[in-house]
């Protein structure tokens, strides 16, 4: 009884570090990768044909420096909380699915694709509250649209669910739970895949610079595989709820393929892959190294208590 009590106390100790680890991850990349993610929202949304350098100019003649960063708050206080449901659901998913295939790197797949969908339920409001705040510049003209503006993210959600109920606030659930099943498998077996190379070539767990690396590329390539499933949801999320456009994904996606072709399914993809290294090498580097801290610190508490 005594062995079965000492393994669900590391069982939860292992998972309370990746949630801690996710926690503070999350947090430092969003910081990095917000004003790369504000240029790829506006040039996502923008019924004219803007680029990245005019749209950098417009912001910052209409707002300065802190335009970028329009929309962060509430992202940044629920960021950190979705990379920990992510890394701890991934976690729990990979000790399930281990073995399930021959291939290991289809098992961190699975688990990815799992850890994502599940962390796409919460992440779905927050990412409607970002899009409609980072929108409220029009990028047609240059300026507020004052008839939709919200004074800050609480108001935008309070309004929303006031107006639209729970429906209304998770406007383009489908899309985002599509769009971090297929990012998350590719995100965390890459970054497994390159970590394990670097491994194998020096024989010693990844440096710094080495994971930093791994997770850039890692979040590049994810990017790459999803980004006009992102753009769709971008569009769906930035739709008036008032008065839609668009009745559902699929309809969002054929109508605007229909009328723009498919060549507007990557508006704004310079900016979300300049965003997409820094974050993503951010993101993991920090999650990674937390989590080794974490368990030597709680290794060593173990060995001082015995």
């Known amino acids: 009884m005594a062995e079965k009590s000492l393994n669900i106390d590391l069982t939860v100790a292992d998972l309370a570090t990746d949630f801690v680890a996710g926690l503070l991850g999350g947090s430092a990349g969003l910081i990095v990768g917000h004003p790369f993610d504000t240029i790829k929202i506006l040039l996502q949304t923008s019924k004219s044909s803007l680029h990245v350098l005019p749209c950098c100019g417009m912001i910052m003649k209409q707002e300065g420096a802190k335009g970028f960063?329009?929309?962060?708050?509430?992202?940044?206080?629920?960021?950190?909380?979705?990379?920990?449901?992510?890394?701890?659901?991934?976690?729990?998913?990979?000790?399930?699915?281990?073995?399930c295939s021959t291939n290991r790197y289809c098992d961190i797949a699975i688990a990815g694709g799992i850890a994502g969908a599940i962390q796409a339920i919460p992440a779905t409001p927050v990412e409607l509250v970002k899009v409609k705040l980072q929108t409220q510049l029009d990028s047609t003209r240059g300026l507020h649209n004052r008839r939709s503006r919200y004074s800050g993210p609480w108001d935008c959600l309070r309004k929303t669910f006031k107006m639209h109920g729970i429906r209304g606030c998770y406007r383009g659930v489908t899309t985002t739970v599509i769009r971090d099943i297929t990012g998350f498998s590719v995100y965390m077996t890459v970054y497994k895949f390159l970590?394990?190379?670097?491994?194998?070539?020096?024989?010693?767990?990844?440096?710094?610079?080495?994971?930093?690396?791994?997770?850039?590329?890692?979040?590049?390539?994810?990017?790459?595989?999803?980004?006009?499933?992102?753009?769709?949801?971008?569009?769906?999320?930035?739709?008036?709820?008032?008065?839609p456009v668009y009745r559902s994904s699929w309809h969002c996606f054929s109508r605007v393929t229909r009328d723009k072709g498919f060549r507007i399914l990557w508006k704004g993809f310079t900016p979300a892959i300049f965003r997409a290294f820094p974050l993503n090498a951010v993101t993991l580097c920090t999650y990674d190294w937390t989590q080794q801290r974490m368990k030597l610190s709680l290794k060593r508490n173990d060995l001082c208590s015995t």
């Open 69 to 99: 960063f329009r929309g962060m708050a509430y992202p940044l206080a629920s960021v950190g909380f979705l990379n920990s449901i992510f890394f701890g659901f991934n976690m729990i998913a990979d000790y399930h699915v281990i073995g």
């Open 195 to 243: 970590c394990d190379m670097a491994k194998a070539e020096y024989g010693v767990h990844p440096s710094l610079y080495v994971m930093l690396l791994a997770g850039g590329i890692a979040g590049v390539i994810s990017w790459v595989v999803n980004f006009p499933i992102d753009t769709v949801k971008s569009i769906l999320q930035s739709d008036s709820l008032r008065n």
